[in-house]
């Protein structure tokens, strides 16, 4: 069985798939929060 040695994997795509989902996230709340004030906005 090989030998685990810490640090010898390449993360890169793990590291830019993380951070697309941080950007994804964070697009999708301030669009999440746009469309409640807009709603509250049009309610009123």
């Known amino acids: 069985m090989a030998d685990h ?3 010898e994997m390449d993360v890169t795509v ?4 993380f951070d697309g989902f941080i950007k994804f ?3 999708s ?5 746009a ?6 906005l049009v309610n009123s």
Do not use: C, N, R, S
């Open 35 to 40: 469309i409640l004030i807009f709603m509250a």
């Open 14 to 17: 793990q590291e830019k798939t």
């Open 5 to 7: 040695k810490h640090g």
């Open 25 to 27: 996230t964070t697009y």
């Open 29 to 33: 709340v301030y669009v999440i929060i």
